[in-house]
């Protein structure tokens, strides 16, 4: 399937491409999505049960040993071709921002740079009294382990429900959305606000909007172009349609 033509000109023609990736990019990677139906996270687990700062205070244990448990699916799962065209691209673009909702530090491995993420990460944790960032901390018998710090218990650097995003990250965010000429809406469901809301922002800044996701969403009927199906395989047709001389070297 080529890429649709506007889309192609459009990646051609940017002078800075902004770009939101969701869950749907990580799928091909063995990673689950959360509202996909049977597969998704939400469909088998309650988020008020292990994604709230509530959940976390009623049963650190649990919540702590779940996210172990993704953390140890996100450490053995690999970036895949729809992560690694986003790193091509951004070598053909005079401007690329990748910003992601995802915590599972994949386009890092796929080469991205600066990655904004809203949503935090997953391999992080962080202190559970002052929010000091722990990017190791010791194996220990204690669940969820001690702040090596001040031995408060650790938690996830992941943004809950009901929990601001990181200040910092949506600034940059929203200030690449408002300059961006061309805004790609990859993997994501479209529903989670503040992230959903960038899409809509580069609309109105008079960006062309393309969502790139397996299905339709909120975002399909405000979008300048949808194209529907496995990022993995959209993403880099639709690299070999915009730069065919760099797809297919001589
Ligand atoms: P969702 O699970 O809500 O949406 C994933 C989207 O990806 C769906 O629209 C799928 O159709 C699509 N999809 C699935 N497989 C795909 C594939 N191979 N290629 C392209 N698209 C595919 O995940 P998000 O939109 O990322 O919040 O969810 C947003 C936030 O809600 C997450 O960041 C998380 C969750 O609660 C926090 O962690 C705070």
């Not at 649990?62 to 450490?75: G, K, P």
Request: aromatic share 6%; net charge negative; proline share 10%.
């Amino acid at each position: 399937m080529n890429s649709p033509p506007e889309l192609v000109e459009a990646v051609r023609a940017a002078s800075h491409v902004v770009v939101m990736t969701g869950a749907g990019i990580s799928a091909e990677s063995g990673v689950p999505t959360f509202r996909d139906a049977q597969t998704g996270l939400w469909a088998q687990y309650d988020p008020e049960e292990l994604a709230t700062p509530g959940a976390f205070r009623r049963n650190p244990r649990l919540v702590w040993d779940w996210y172990s448990w993704r953390r140890e699916l996100v450490s053995q799962a690999e970036p895949n071709p729809g992560h690694f065209a986003l790193v091509q691209l951004a070598a053909h673009i005079p401007q690329l921002t990748l910003i992601t909702q995802n915590v599972d530090g994949l386009h890092q491995r796929a080469g991205s740079q600066n990655v904004i993420e809203l949503h935090g990460n997953i391999l992080r944790a962080k202190c559970s009294a002052d929010g000091r960032i722990i990017t190791a901390w010791p194996e220990t018998s204690e669940t969820p382990p001690p702040c090596p710090e001040c031995g408060a218990p650790l938690r996830p650097d992941v943004v809950w429900f009901g929990e601001a995003l990181p200040m910092l990250a949506l600034n940059q965010a929203a200030r690449a959305a408002e300059q961006g000429d061309l805004f790609l809406s990859i993997g994501t469901s479209a529903l989670v606000h503040p992230a959903a809301s960038l899409a809509h922002i580069a609309l109105q800044r008079g960006a062309v909007v393309a969502e790139i996701n397996l299905e339709p969403t909120p975002l399909t009927a405000a979008a300048t172009i949808a194209w529907h199906g496995p990022a993995g395989q959209l993403l880099p047709q639709l690299f070999r349609d915009a730069f065919p001389a760099d797809a297919f070297p001589e």
